[in-house]
């Protein structure tokens, strides 16, 4: 079965500076992975997708990730955080054939 | 063109009442799919459902939930009996014909309250 650990449940970071978001994955095949991002009271969108094509994967607002196979990983990053990415993000995998299984989250706070 | 609806955003039941949750696939979307968030969780995937069709229910409760997506109109999430566990928000996600679970649209969830 596939399934996802997402490391750090709170994350804060000043405005401007590197965020860093860790997921990690298990999965006996080839993984394809998901970040999403729900701002409060909203449903969720989704930021970027792995399907087995690049390793480096560009998203919106910004954002990328990395797939890394020999560390199981695929962490979400972003050169500088601005005030509006102060969210929940929840890292996924798809799980089976039909559905998602996602992480716990981390909630990302932007200081000024 | 608008993105999946959910309503009501807000549902408060007393313990033992029925819960009847909608959800209005993006247009041309035939693929419904459900999921549960407890606080402090990510989701949790229950059923996926096409026109008419329950096609993965792998992640319902046996007991007290069912799902539909009938021929016309929205899908419906339905739970029978309400408990306090039952408190929760449920997500409902849409996919076009051709994008399976990888193109998955999120509505903005129905925060469901059993006092």
């Known amino acids: 079965a596939q399934s996802v650990t997402q490391l750090g449940s709170h994350v804060s970071v000043s405005e401007g500076a590197l965020v860093l978001l860790r997921c990690n994955y298990s999965?006996?095949?080839?993984?394809?992975l998901f970040w999403y991002v729900q701002y409060p009271n909203q449903g969720l969108q989704l930021l970027l997708k792995?399907?087995?094509?690049?390793?480096l994967v560009k998203g919106i607002n910004g954002f990328e990730a990395e797939f890394k196979k020999s560390e199981t990983s695929f962490h979400l990053t972003k050169p500088s955080a601005h005030m509006s990415d102060a969210a929940e993000y929840f890292c996924?995998?798809?799980?089976?054939?039909?559905?998602?299984?996602f992480g716990t989250g981390t909630r990302l706070t932007v200081i000024p | 063109n608008a993105g999946v609806m959910q309503n009501p955003r807000h549902l408060v039941r007393r313990r033992g009442q029925e819960a009847r949750l909608r959800c209005s696939p993006m247009k041309g979307h035939s693929h419904v799919y459900w999921y549960r968030q407890l606080p402090e969780e990510g989701l949790k995937f229950m059923v996926y459902l096409q026109k008419e069709n329950i096609i993965d229910e792998s992640g319902m409760p046996k007991e007290r939930f069912s799902a539909e997506f009938p021929k016309e109109g929205p899908s419906i999430l339905r739970i029978q009996q309400v408990v306090r566990g039952d408190s929760a928000a449920y997500f409902c996600?849409?996919?076009?014909?051709?994008?399976?679970?990888?193109?998955?649209?999120f509505g903005p969830g129905t925060r469901l309250t059993v006092t």
């Open positions: 999965s006996s095949v080839p993984p394809y």
């Open positions: 996924a995998v798809l799980s089976g054939a039909n559905n998602l299984f």
């Open positions: 996600a849409s996919s076009p014909p051709n994008g399976g679970p990888y193109e998955q649209y």
């Open positions: 792995y399907t087995s094509a690049a390793t």
